[in-house]
Protein backbone atom coordinates (compact mmCIF):
# COMPACT_ATOMS: atom_id res chain seq x y z
CA UNK A 1 0.00 0.00 0.00
CA UNK A 2 2.92 2.53 0.48
CA UNK A 3 4.48 1.59 -2.74
CA UNK A 4 3.34 5.59 -4.39
CA UNK A 5 5.35 6.98 -1.78
CA UNK A 6 8.73 8.25 -1.76
CA UNK A 7 11.36 6.72 0.87
CA UNK A 8 12.59 10.16 2.56
CA UNK A 9 16.24 10.85 2.29
CA UNK A 10 17.99 13.01 4.29
CA UNK A 11 21.36 14.71 3.03
CA UNK A 12 24.39 15.83 5.23
CA UNK A 13 24.99 19.76 5.27
CA UNK A 14 28.59 18.53 4.37
CA UNK A 15 27.53 16.77 1.29
CA UNK A 16 25.09 18.93 0.18
CA UNK A 17 28.08 21.33 0.40
CA UNK A 18 30.58 19.42 -1.70
CA UNK A 19 27.92 18.76 -4.23
CA UNK A 20 27.71 22.68 -4.63
CA UNK A 21 31.29 22.62 -4.90
CA UNK A 22 31.42 20.16 -7.89
CA UNK A 23 28.86 21.95 -9.56
CA UNK A 24 30.59 25.56 -9.44
CA UNK A 25 33.73 23.94 -10.11
CA UNK A 26 32.18 21.97 -13.27
CA UNK A 27 32.86 18.94 -12.19
CA UNK A 28 29.29 17.87 -12.92
CA UNK A 29 25.90 19.22 -14.11
CA UNK A 30 22.59 19.55 -12.61
CA UNK A 31 21.01 16.36 -14.40
CA UNK A 32 24.37 14.46 -13.35
CA UNK A 33 23.68 15.38 -9.60
CA UNK A 34 19.63 14.60 -9.97
CA UNK A 35 20.35 11.23 -11.51
CA UNK A 36 23.39 10.33 -8.91
CA UNK A 37 21.57 11.12 -5.79
CA UNK A 38 17.88 10.72 -6.91
CA UNK A 39 16.54 14.31 -6.10
CA UNK A 40 14.68 16.15 -7.99
CA UNK A 41 16.24 19.58 -10.02
CA UNK A 42 14.25 21.44 -7.57
CA UNK A 43 15.82 20.29 -4.71
CA UNK A 44 19.37 20.59 -5.97
CA UNK A 45 18.47 24.25 -6.90
CA UNK A 46 17.24 24.68 -3.44
CA UNK A 47 20.44 23.52 -2.83
CA UNK A 48 22.15 25.94 -4.59
CA UNK A 49 20.20 29.12 -3.03
CA UNK A 50 21.24 27.68 -0.02
CA UNK A 51 25.12 26.81 -0.11
CA UNK A 52 26.35 28.56 -2.87
CA UNK A 53 27.94 31.83 -2.17
CA UNK A 54 28.14 32.39 -6.37
CA UNK A 55 24.24 32.02 -7.26
CA UNK A 56 22.01 34.26 -7.76
CA UNK A 57 18.15 32.91 -8.12
CA UNK A 58 17.50 36.02 -10.58
CA UNK A 59 20.44 34.68 -13.32
CA UNK A 60 20.26 31.77 -15.12
CA UNK A 61 23.34 30.12 -16.13
CA UNK A 62 23.11 28.05 -19.07
CA UNK A 63 26.50 25.90 -19.07
CA UNK A 64 26.95 23.66 -22.05
CA UNK A 65 29.69 21.84 -23.72
CA UNK A 66 31.41 22.48 -26.86
CA UNK A 67 28.00 23.20 -29.05
CA UNK A 68 28.10 23.10 -33.18
CA UNK A 69 28.02 26.74 -32.72
CA UNK A 70 31.03 27.28 -30.79
CA UNK A 71 32.83 24.68 -32.57
CA UNK A 72 31.73 26.53 -36.00
CA UNK A 73 33.14 29.47 -34.39
CA UNK A 74 36.43 28.23 -33.86
CA UNK A 75 36.99 26.38 -36.78
CA UNK A 76 36.54 29.67 -38.48
CA UNK A 77 38.77 31.89 -36.71
CA UNK A 78 41.54 28.79 -37.37
CA UNK A 79 40.40 29.07 -41.19
CA UNK A 80 41.48 32.81 -40.62
CA UNK A 81 44.50 31.90 -39.26
CA UNK A 82 45.84 29.67 -41.44
CA UNK A 83 44.97 31.85 -44.34
CA UNK A 84 46.71 34.85 -42.91
CA UNK A 85 49.74 32.60 -42.56
CA UNK A 86 49.76 30.97 -46.43
CA UNK A 87 49.14 34.32 -47.24
CA UNK A 88 52.90 35.19 -45.52
CA UNK A 89 54.00 32.25 -47.09
CA UNK A 90 53.10 33.42 -50.51
CA UNK A 91 54.81 36.40 -49.89
CA UNK A 92 57.90 34.91 -48.32
CA UNK A 93 58.25 32.65 -51.95
CA UNK A 94 57.23 35.13 -54.45
CA UNK A 95 59.88 37.62 -52.93
CA UNK A 96 62.66 34.74 -52.94
CA UNK A 97 61.58 34.31 -56.51
CA UNK A 98 62.09 37.95 -57.64
CA UNK A 99 65.31 37.91 -54.95
CA UNK A 100 66.87 34.56 -57.59
CA UNK A 101 65.94 36.18 -60.82
CA UNK A 102 67.56 39.76 -59.84
CA UNK A 103 70.81 37.69 -58.76
CA UNK A 104 71.03 35.86 -61.54
CA UNK A 105 70.68 39.09 -63.53
CA UNK A 106 73.22 40.57 -61.91
CA UNK A 107 75.85 36.99 -61.83
CA UNK A 108 75.05 36.12 -65.51
CA UNK A 109 73.45 32.72 -64.42
CA UNK A 110 70.60 31.31 -64.32
CA UNK A 111 70.14 30.16 -60.54
CA UNK A 112 66.73 28.46 -60.82
CA UNK A 113 68.50 26.25 -63.11
CA UNK A 114 71.84 25.41 -61.12
CA UNK A 115 69.17 25.19 -58.04
CA UNK A 116 67.28 22.11 -59.56
CA UNK A 117 70.02 20.50 -61.06
CA UNK A 118 72.69 20.79 -57.95
CA UNK A 119 72.61 21.99 -54.44
CA UNK A 120 74.94 24.46 -53.57
CA UNK A 121 77.55 23.45 -51.44
CA UNK A 122 78.71 26.70 -49.77
CA UNK A 123 81.92 26.95 -51.99
CA UNK A 124 81.73 29.58 -55.33
CA UNK A 125 84.05 28.33 -58.17
CA UNK A 126 84.67 31.78 -60.01
CA UNK A 127 86.61 29.97 -62.62
CA UNK A 128 84.98 30.02 -66.08
CA UNK A 129 84.91 27.79 -68.81
CA UNK A 130 87.55 28.42 -71.68
CA UNK A 131 90.50 29.63 -69.06
CA UNK A 132 90.89 33.16 -67.71
CA UNK A 133 89.00 34.81 -64.95
Given at each position: MNQGRREKRIFSD??????????????????????????????????????????????????????ESFRSKELEKENKELQA?????????????????????ELGIDIKKKLSTTPLTGSVNTTRKGGGK
Open positions: VLKRKIIKDLELGKVTVAQVCRDYSVSHQSVYNWLEKYSSSYDKQVRIVVEGKSALGRKQLEVEFLNKLIERVGK
